[in-house]
């Protein structure tokens, strides 16, 4: 089993930054897509980026292309949001998922296996 474990939600201005952290335990020899989705209140879950486990393969969701990066560092296990321009409507519960296997980084949540608790992002005005 695995589990992920995010952190560096809080509360910011519109326009402002804010990095996500995604700690992943629980194995070692094993290559894992990874990807991070959000929730609103009242909303459906949806994708925001996904990363493969090489890190050659990145996906994003329209709504944050070139505002957010997804990144990860294989030696420590770890998968990054950095989230720039940071605008209200990204409010949400940001979710860390990882994939096991090499395949490529899927925006469909039904292709993720393991799920983090989330983290609150807030972005007031």
């Known amino acids: 089993q695995v589990q992920l474990v995010e952190s560096g939600g809080g509360l910011v201005q519109a326009g402002g930054s804010l990095g996500l952290s995604c700690a992943a335990s629980?194995?070692?020899?094993?290559?894992?897509?990874m990807a991070w989705f959000r929730q609103a209140p009242g909303k459906e879950r949806e994708f925001v980026a996904a990363?493969?486990?090489?890190?050659?393969?990145?996906y994003y969701a329209d709504s944050v292309k070139a505002r957010f990066t997804i990144s990860r560092d294989r030696a420590k296990y770890t998968v990054y949001l950095q989230m720039n321009s940071l605008k209200p409507e990204d409010t949400a519960v940001y979710y860390c998922?990882?994939?096991?296997?090499?395949?490529?980084?899927?925006?469909?949540?039904?292709?993720?296996?393991?799920w983090g608790q989330g983290t609150q992002v807030t972005v007031s005005s």
């Open positions: 998922a990882a994939d096991p296997g090499y395949g490529p980084p899927s925006s469909d949540q039904n292709e993720y296996d393991y």
């Open positions: 990363i493969s486990w090489s890190g050659v393969n990145t």
């Open positions: 629980g194995r070692t020899f094993s290559s894992y897509v």
